[in-house]
C-alpha cells in the first residue's frame, strides 16, 4: 500500500517493488523495503491499533502486501510479552521479559516473514517456492505454501530435526535431504533456482522475510506502551530478526510514535557456531564461514549468512554485544524455563538465559534493566 522501493543494504540502489527480487542487481546483496511513512503515518493513528485483530497484519500500512485479499495468513504474530519474575529472580534481574514466540502457527517465528513472503510472491505471480532451512523456515514455508495454493521445495540438512521433516511432509511440500548444512543447501537452493525451479525464499535473499519479522519490534514497542525495551536479547542465524527489529524501531521513530531511545541488541549463538560473536569480537564487519558448525540448537547452525555486515552494524549502533553459550548450557535452560515458568522453549530461545546470566554477572546488563529474551519457538518441535 505505501511500499515505494527496494533499496540495497550496501549500494543503496533502488528496485521497483512491482516484481519478484532477489539480492540488488549492482552488488548481489539484500534489499530492504522503504515505504512513503508520511502517508502511512496519516493512514494509520497508533491509538486505532487497539481494536484491530491480535496478529501481525495489524501494522498493515508498514507492511508491503498492496492487497487485503492477497494475504496469506494462519494467525501469526501478536505473541504474548510475558513478564518473567521467577527466572527474573534467579538472573538477579527485576524486569524479565519472555517474547513468546511458540505460539505462532508452524510453532516458531518463521511463520511472520513466511506469512509475508508467500503472500508477496503469490501477489507477484510466483507460482513455485524454493528455501533452504534449517529446519523451522521449511516448515513455515510449506505450511504457508499449503494455504495459498502454491508449491514449496524444501532443502534440508538430513540430521534437521525430525518434527521439520514431517511437518513438511505432511503439509505436501517437496524436500531434498542434503549431506551438509544450511549454507550448502543454500548453495543448491540457488542453483536450482538459477535453473528456473521456482522462487528463492532463503531470509534475505528475499525481501520481504524480514518485513515479517519486523513486526516483533512494533509488538515489542505497542506492548510496553510505546517505548523500548533496554536490552533485546536474541538467538542469532541468519540474523533477519535483529535487522527485522531495528528497522521497525527506526520506521517507528520516523512516524513519531517513539522517541529516539534505542535497546542494546544482544546476539547469541552457540559455541559450535558463533559466526557473528567471532566477528563482533573481532571489530570485524563480515564475518568469515564456520567449517564444521556443530549445535543441539539447529536454527543457530548457520555458518554464513548474507546479511551479517547488517547484523554487525546494528550490534554496534545499538552499543549491544555478541555472546555464545555451550550446547549443555542452552540444554539446561530448556528444564529451567520450564520449571521456573512453563515455558518450554526451543533450545535457541532457551539459549537466552544462559547469555543473559553471563551478561548479569560481568555487569553488562544492570538488576533494574528492562530485558526481553525471545523464545523463538516451541521445545516441542525438538522432542
Ligand atoms: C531460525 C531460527 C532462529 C534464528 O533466527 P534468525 O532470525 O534467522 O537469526 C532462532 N530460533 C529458531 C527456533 C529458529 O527457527
Ligand atoms: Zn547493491
Known amino acids: 500500500m505505501y511500499l515505494t522501493n527496494l533499496e540495497c543494504a550496501a549500494c543503496e540502489r533502488g528496485h521497483p517493488p512491482g516484481r519478484l527480487h532477489n539480492l540488488c542487481e549492482s552488488c ?12 502511512a503515518g496519516a493512514a494509520l493513528a497508533k491509538t486505532s491499533l487497539a481494536t484491530r485483530p491480535a496478529n501481525l497484519w495489524r501494522y498493515r500500512e508498514l507492511l508491503p502486501v498492496a492487497d487485503p485479499a492477497a494475504v496469506v495468513t494462519l494467525g501469526e504474530g501478536y505473541t504474548p510479552l510475558l513478564r518473567a519474575d521467577r527466572l527474573g529472580a534467579r538472573l538477579g534481574l527485576a524486569n524479565l521479559y519472555v517474547k513468546d514466540e511458540a505460539l505462532n502457527p508452524t510453532g516458531t517465528f518463521k511463520a511472520r516473514g513466511m506469512a509475508v513472503a508467500v ?24 505450511a504457508y505454501a499449503a494455504r495459498a495454493g502454491l508449491s514449496a521445495h524444501v532443502f534440508m540438512p538430513r540430521d534437521t530435526p525430525r518434527a521439520n521433516v514431517v511437518e513438511c511432509e505432511r503439509a505436501g511440500a517437496r524436500i531434498t535431504l542434503v549431506d551438509g548444512l544450511i549454507s550448502d543447501c543454500a548453495r543448491l537452493v540457488a542453483e536450482y533456482c538459477g535453473n528456473g525451479g521456482g522462487f528463492d525464499v532463503s531470509t534475505l535473499r528475499e525481501p520481504y522475510r524480514v518485513e515479517g519479522k519486523k513486526t516483533m519490534g512494533f509488538e515489542l514497542a505497542e506492548q510496553l506502551g510505546w517505548r523500548l525495551p533496554d536490552v533485546v536479547v536474541y538467538p542469532t542465524g541468519g540474523g533477519t530478526g535483529l535487522v527485522g527489529m531495528w528497522k521497525a524501531f527506526d520506521e517507528l521513530a520516523q512516524l513519531g510514535w517513539i522517541d529516539g531511545y534505542r535497546p542494546r541488541m544482544v546476539a547469541v549463538q552457540a559455541d559450535g557456531c558463533a559466526p557473528i560473536v567471532t566477528a563482533f569480537l573481532a571489530g570485524a564487519t563480515h564475518a568469515t564461514e564456520v567449517v564444521g558448525a556443530t549445535t543441539v540448537a539447529s536454527g543457530l547452525r548457520v555458518p554464513r549468512a548474507i546479511g551479517d555486515f547488517i547484523m554487525l552494524d546494528v550490534l554496534r549502533r545499538s552499543g549491544g554485544t555478541a555472546i555464545a553459550v555451550s550446547d549443555p548450557e542452552l540444554l539446561a535452560a530448556v528444564a529451567e524455563l520450564d520449571r521456573l515458568e512453563g515455558i518450554f522453549p526451543a533450545p535457541e530461545g532457551a539459549a537466552c538465559v544462559p547469555a543473559v546470566r553471563k551478561l548479569v554477572a560481568n555487569g553488562e546488563i544492570g538488576a533494574d534493566e528492562i530485558v526481553v529474551i525471545f523464545n523463538t519457538g516451541s521445545g516441542l518441535k525438538y522432542l
Open 28 to 39: 548481489g546483496m539484500p534489499l530492504l523495503a522503504r515505504y512513503d511513512l508520511d502517508a
Open 119 to 142: 503472500s508477496m510472491a503469490r501477489q507477484l505471480g510466483a507460482t513455485e517456492l524454493a528455501v533452504p532451512s534449517a529446519g523451522n523456515a521449511g516448515g513455515a514455508l510449506a
